[in-house]
């Protein structure tokens, strides 16, 4: 009987290592190709993004994905604020019906007499003859800023007009203003807006070109 348990010759050993040396290779080889594939298609996503990404100078994969996170949340930030000012904008157009529904609307359903007509027109007339003067001469008295270092509290008023508001926000983007809390009412055509905003650069804010946007804005009305 033979013994089953024998150690095998090592001529078997290497004709067996010889048949099973290829396949293990080419495994192996298959798997480092897989993964090069996978690498280089994540650098050529990596660039994608970088060239969607504007002043993106970052050339290591981590800086690259820290610059494009800071701008996607730029973005929500961004997109939060114009989704308040469409808000405010249909508030503002309803709260300005009803003003001129109620002034429109008499005691009683009887119309004014003639004399109190002809005052209220004069008001009017000498409303708007004042608030144009204050907008040519650039007047800052419808614009207060209160600052305690970065965080200022704007005051602003002007007469009413369609998309009024995206523009001052706009002129309050570029001068690096984030907005976080805006308030507005309309009165008799008068928009007055209470904004709580910070400012984003690393040099001290200033207040005068912040005037200078709105006092544009109002001149347009």
Same mark, same amino acid.
């Given at each position: ?24 290779? !080419?495994?192996? !080889? ?37 610059? %494009? ?27 300005? %019906? ?7 609307? %008499? ?32 007047? %800052? ?25 995206? !523009? ?42 912040? !005037? ?10």
């Amino acid at each position: 009987m033979h013994d089953r348990g024998l150690i095998e010759s090592p001529e078997t050993n290497a004709v067996r290592d010889a048949a099973w040396r290829p396949e293990a290779d !080419e495994i192996c !080889e298959n798997h480092v190709l897989s993964e090069w594939k996978r690498r280089e298609k994540i650098s050529e996503r990596l660039m994608i993004l970088k060239s969607l990404v504007p002043a993106n100078n970052k050339a290591d994969k981590v800086s690259i994905l820290d610059v %494009t996170i800071e701008y996607v949340q730029a973005l929500e930030r961004r997109v939060a604020e114009l989704e308040s000012c469409r808000k405010l904008e249909a508030r503002t157009k309803i709260e300005r %019906t009803s003003d001129d529904y109620g002034n429109n609307k %008499t005691n009683n359903g009887k119309k004014p007499s003639l004399s109190k007509r002809k005052a209220y027109d004069l008001v009017d007339e000498a409303d708007q003859e004042i608030g144009y003067v204050a907008s040519k001469d650039g007047s %800052t008295d419808n614009v207060t800023i209160s600052m305690n270092n970065k965080e200022l509290l704007i005051e602003f008023k002007c007469p009413w007009r369609e998309g009024i508001l995206l !523009e001052i926000m706009d002129a309050l983007s570029i001068l690096n203003l984030d907005c976080h809390s805006v308030q507005s009412s309309t009165t008799e055509g008068i928009l007055s807006l209470t904004i709580k905003s910070k400012y984003k650069g690393s040099s001290v804010a200033k207040t005068g070109p912040i !005037e200078q946007a709105l006092q544009r804005i109002a001149g347009k009305c």
